[in-house]
């Protein structure tokens, strides 16, 4: 490619820099890590136009991926500390336009593939996006169109089904059907302000349900609200007049954080799988610049959703909104004027009691896994720009909340 030529190498660290130990119920200050110098392989680049860091397991081998504008990094341990440029066709089935022989498309989504393929890749154009997965001989397999709905590379998305999910801060949540290019549903206008951290499915009983975190900004234009939505993936967008092609069982909440710190800006979710539940690791700042992680679990999320009553007085009285129903166009259109209306719980999400306090440290970055029988959770000082994670190491000091 000729970015191979034209770019310069550009220093690049794809790990987060400082490590807790946690136990699963309690902190235990001697059980701090701090992560130095040492132990970092940094790796070049030779497209300094890097806009995705993405880490994914293949078969058992930790690769990580690495989009860039146009080109695609993997990175194994196993591999010396230089990327491996990996060759995917862009362009490929693509009508050949013999007055612009360059491919214009770029990746606008990159993901773990489903059902034995290494990647799911999107490439868009012109406001229409083209994803596909991409198979171990990195050639792109069963295709499909989105006409003017286009993902963002950095904004989350989930792959379930024929369903693909994805946010566009400011816009809302989106889902396109693989199969039927007419089923798209998204959200109904936002006021201004709204930033898109994380999407999951729930679990158990709820895993017809998918949830986006948020950071919304208060309409003080200085405060934020951290936020949680739940939707029903069946959902099949409203009446011809009311709410059609938007989500028809979307409600709202907030996640509390902090006694006394008001802790609301949401910076980055983490999540972490157990046996039957998944919890939430919210890293939050708050007015005087300190850093917050609370931790909540979907079991409770979920229980809110379908226990608290509605912060509002003219709630429809025979159907309980959000409820999933099988054919969410036929819902009477009291509900659905209901749910244009952007419908909140009275109660807010608390977190469970092992909330950590940091002072002065912007963390920006949160990731949770499972060593052994600790949890381990990776904070990160460092600051994007160009989406380029920057390194820097810091030790830091952290109490129970
Ligand atoms: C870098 O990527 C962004 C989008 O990811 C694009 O808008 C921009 O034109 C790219 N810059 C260069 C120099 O390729
Ligand atoms: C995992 O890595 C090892 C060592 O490089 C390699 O021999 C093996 O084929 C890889 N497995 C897969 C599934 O890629
Ligand atoms: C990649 O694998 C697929 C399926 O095994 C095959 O049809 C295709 O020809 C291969 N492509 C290349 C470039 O080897
Ligand atoms: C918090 O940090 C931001 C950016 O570094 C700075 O502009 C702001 O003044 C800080 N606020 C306080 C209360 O220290
Ligand atoms: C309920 O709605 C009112 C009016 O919009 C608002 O002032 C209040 O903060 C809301 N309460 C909760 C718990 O969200
Ligand atoms: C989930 O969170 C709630 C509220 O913080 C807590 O009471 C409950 O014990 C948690 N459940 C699990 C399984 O940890
Ligand atoms: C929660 O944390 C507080 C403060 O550390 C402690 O006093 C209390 O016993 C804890 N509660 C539970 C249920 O663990």
């Known amino acids: 490619m000729s970015a191979r030529a034209e770019m310069d190498w550009t220093s690049f660290c794809a790990l987060f820099i400082c490590v807790s130990y946690v136990s699963s119920t309690k902190l235990h200050e001697a059980a701090r890590v701090k992560v130095t110098n040492e132990g970092i392989t940094r790796f070049s680049f030779k497209d300094n136009n890097i806009s995705l860091v993405k880490l994914v397991s293949t078969s058992g081998n930790k690769t990580i991926w690495v989009g860039g504008h146009k080109v695609l990094y993997s990175i194994s341990p196993t591999q010396a500390p230089e990327p491996c440029q990996v060759e995917v066709d862009l362009c490929q089935d693509e009508s050949k336009d013999s007055d612009n022989p360059h491919c214009l498309n770029r990746i606008s989504l990159l993901r773990e593939g489903v059902d034995g393929n290494l990647l799911f890749i999107c490439r868009s154009r012109d406001g229409n996006a083209r994803c596909c997965n991409v198979i171990s001989n990195y050639s792109l397999n069963d295709c499909f169109t989105s006409e003017h709905y286009e993902p963002d590379i950095n904004e989350p998305s989930l792959l379930i089904g024929n369903m693909l999910y994805f946010t566009k801060s400011e816009k809302g949540l989106y889902r396109i059907n693989k199969e039927d290019r007419n089923d798209i549903i998204w959200s109904q206008t936002f006021p201004e302000g709204l930033t898109y ?3 999951i499915v729930g679990k158990g009983l709820h895993k017809d349900k998918v949830y986006s975190f948020f950071a919304e900004k208060h309409r003080d234009g200085e405060h934020w609200i951290p936020r949680v939505s739940q939707s029903c993936m069946n959902d099949r967008g409203g009446s011809k007049s009311l709410l059609q092609s938007s989500w028809t069982s979307m409600i709202f909440t907030s996640l509390s954080c902090g006694r006394g710190y008001e802790f ?14 998944t919890k939430i690791y919210v890293l939050f700042r708050n007015y005087w610049n300190m850093s917050a992680v609370c931790v909540y679990n979907m079991s409770e999320i979920s229980k809110l959703f379908s226990s608290s009553e509605f912060n509002s007085t ?8 959000g409820t999933c129903v099988e054919d969410s166009t036929r819902l009477p259109s009291d509900v659905l004027g209901f749910m244009k209306n952007r419908p909140e719980m009275k109660d807010w999400v608390k977190p469970e009691n092992i909330s950590l306090l940091f002072r002065h440290r912007h963390y920006t970055h949160i990731q949770v896994d499972r060593v052994g029988d600790q949890t381990v959770m990776l904070l990160s000082l460092g600051y994007l ?3 380029l994670q920057v390194p820097q190491v810091h030790r830091f000091n952290s109490f129970v909340a």
Not at 264 to 276: G, P
Request: charged share 35%.
């Open 197 to 199: 951290l994380k999407l």
């Open 314 to 321: 003219d709630v429809p009285k025979n159907h309980r909104p």
């Open 264 to 277: 609301t800006q949401m910076i980055d979710v983490a999540t972490l799988d157990t046996d039957d539940d």
């Open 385 to 387: 720009e160009s989406v």
